[in-house]
Structure formats: structure tokens, C-alpha cells
Nanobody
Framework: QVQLVESGGGLVQPGGSLTLSCAASGSTLDYYAIGWFRQAPGKEREGVASISSSDHSTDYRDSVKGRFTVSRDDAKNTAYLQMNSLRPEDTGVYYC?????????????????WGQGTQVTVSS
């Protein structure tokens, strides 16, 4: 079983950047797909980005394509979400998740383990 801890959230102005980290413990991340999700107040949790365990293929929500980049460093047991050109609508609690079912993507059902989340607020 893997435990996940997100960090790097905060308050940023529109157009700014943040990098979120997802540190894993209890197991190596090598065999897990990683997903990043967010949840705004009053809204459902939605998938933002994902990266596979095998060839590090990636998938992104349309609204973040070209602005967000997901990556992983398995040697450090850490995944990242680089967020550029942030918009107010990117505000929410961001969660990382790990899935061991053999595939990746933006569906919540793919993932087995979740972090506690980190708040991202984009506001002037």
C-alpha cells in the first residue's frame, strides 16, 4: 500500500505558476499510474492530468492542455504537476492519486490510493 502527500499549493495571481509535488511512501511508485485531480467548492472532483507507469505516457484535461505538465521521478518516488498561466477557474483542492490496475487516465475509478490534497487559489 502506498501513502501519498501533496505539497506546493498556495495563492497565486492569474497568469502565475505553481509546481505541485506528490511524495510517495510505503511502496515504490514504479508500478503505479499517477493521476492529478482537483475539486472546487460545490463541484465534483475532476481529473486534470495523468501519467502512466510504463512509458510515462500522459493525458490531460482539455482546459489545461498547453499549460500544465505532469511528470514523475521514480528514483525520488515523487510525481509533479507543473502549472503555468494559471486562471481563477483553476482554483481548488488538488489531489494526487496512484493506481495499480495497469492503465492510466482521468477517471477516478482508475485510482486506488489518494493523498489528502493541497489548496490552490488563483486570485488577484
Amino acid at each position: 500500500q502506498v501513502q501519498l502527500v501533496e505539497s506546493g499549493g498556495g495563492l497565486v495571481q492569474p497568469g502565475g505558476s505553481l509546481t505541485l509535488s506528490c511524495a510517495a511512501s510505503g511502496s515504490t511508485l514504479d508500478y503505479y499510474a499517477i493521476g492529478w485531480f482537483r475539486q472546487a467548492p460545490g463541484k465534483e472532483r475532476e481529473g486534470v492530468a495523468s501519467i502512466s507507469s510504463s512509458d510515462h505516457s500522459t493525458d490531460y484535461r482539455d482546459s489545461v492542455k498547453g499549460r500544465f505538465t505532469v511528470s514523475r521521478d521514480d528514483a525520488k518516488n515523487t510525481a509533479y504537476l507543473q502549472m503555468n498561466s494559471l486562471r481563477p477557474e483553476d482554483t481548488g483542492v488538488y489531489y494526487c492519486a496512484a493506481g495499480q490496475q495497469g492503465y492510466y487516465g482521468l477517471g477516478i475509478e482508475i485510482y486506488d490510493f489518494w493523498g489528502q490534497g493541497t489548496q490552490v487559489t488563483v486570485s488577484s
